[in-house]
């Protein structure tokens, strides 16, 4: 059998003219979209752009001297988690007159408007005020933040956040950010979803996880079966010179220590090890936790506890690894857990779009 690493790498004319000109007249005024967009027929265009981008509109001055280092602390942390670190969003800056001079700029699909009153009277600041009105800030707080859809485009998703001053914005930055994030995050979810089922499900390999975990995960068309070995399937994707794996397993539920740190290694990388070891060599797949934490947090996924583990994992006496992320879901009756695991092994690749890939397809499993 080839080892783990060897399958790693491979109408009359005057009434139709009155007609006419009655038509192009209501075309004329509805063809204008907000500020001046043209629009066919007032509708608004479609947004465009990929997941994981944030476009910022902020004065050009205050962005170089403080404010690009508060968004990018937040906004561009690093995502976790990474062999090498990549940004949970790429940030784009543009100030008023960049909108101006080129409206497809408006187009975007996320935004992050920031203007504070120290700066009332610019053109930036009065575009905010034209949209949100003038009391902007009321029972004496000391930032608002708004949240608007569909501003100049349909499938866009605008946050305004304006401050009594710069100090004010780095506080709601700080404070608010989490949510921010999570909404940007429901925001480009479809767009992730449509890349990992570009090639519709697999209902041979959903049934095949299903028959053994007792919990149905779609999956996406590009999958093949990899292993299948004492109650473990590895299914397997190989695309831009990068593995992509998933790995399901049930076991019996024993107690909550199999959700500590301790535990999850235990039961993951006995999974692991059933599709990767090699004997001769000593060689399989584990949880490598020496230079970067496991990150937990607990989740409800179809109505059920689990827990999210994201990592790295390495190859013992091969120089392989890659980042991981992984559910320990407790089935309805309480009696079993299900692993699910997705990883990636690509040396050199970017891998934060693969990873969220990965989440969106375990996150939805169902009981039937």
């Known amino acids: 059998m080839a080892t783990f690493v060897q399958r790693m790498t491979m109408k009359a004319p005057l009434f139709r003219f009155s007609l006419l000109l009655f038509s192009l007249a209501l075309i004329g005024l509805a063809g204008c979209g ?23 509109i902020a004065d050009s001055t205050w962005w170089a001297s403080g404010l690009a280092d508060s968004v990018d602390y937040t906004f561009g942390a690093p995502f976790l988690i990474l062999p090498r670190p990549e940004p949970l969003y790429d ?26 009153e120290g700066l009332r009277g610019t053109r930036l600041d009065d575009m905010i005020r034209k949209d949100l009105g003038d009391s902007i800030l009321t029972d004496g707080k000391p930032y608002s933040v708004k949240l608007v859809q569909n501003r100049w485009a349909t499938g866009q998703l605008v946050f305004y956040l304006y401050g009594r001053n710069p100090e004010a914005i780095y ?25 990992a089922y570009a090639a519709r499900e697999d209902a041979a390999l959903t049934n095949s996880v299903k028959r053994l ?28 010179e990068m593995i992509i794996g998933l790995l399901f397993r049930k076991i019996p539920y024993v107690d909550q220590d199999q959700f500590s740190r301790e535990g999850f290694k235990a039961i993951h990388d006995q999974m692991a090890r059933v599709v990767t070891s090699n004997a001769t060599r000593e060689t399989y797949m584990m949880t490598d936790d020496r230079e970067l934490p496991l990150f937990f947090s607990a989740q409800t996924l ?67």
């Open 91 to 116: 940030l784009r800056h543009f100030d008023y007159e960049d909108l101006q001079y080129k409206p497809a700029r408006k187009e975007l699909r996320s935004y992050l408007i920031i203007s504070h």
């Open 302 to 368: 179809d109505g059920q506890y689990a827990m999210e583990v994201r990592g790295l994992w390495s190859m013992k006496n091969e120089f392989m690894g890659g980042p991981f992320i992984s559910y320990v879901i407790q089935s309805p009756d309480q009696q079993s857990l299900i692993l699910a695991t997705g990883f990636i092994y690509g040396p050199g690749k970017t891998k934060r779009e693969w990873m969220q890939q990965l989440e969106a397809v375990l996150r939805t499993v169902d009981f039937p």
């Open 213 to 240: 975990t007792g919990a149905q995960f779609r999956i996406p068309g590009e999958y093949v079966m990899a292993l299948e070995q004492d109650s473990t399937i590895w299914l397997r994707k190989d695309v831009e």
């Open 171 to 195: 506080q709601a930055i700080q404070e608010r950010g989490p949510a921010m994030l999570a909404k940007l995050k429901t925001h480009d979810l479809p767009i992730l979803e449509s890349q």
């Open 34 to 56: 907000p500020d001046g967009l043209s629009s066919r027929a007032g509708i608004l265009p479609s947004a465009f752009g990929k997941a994981n981008k944030l476009t910022v």
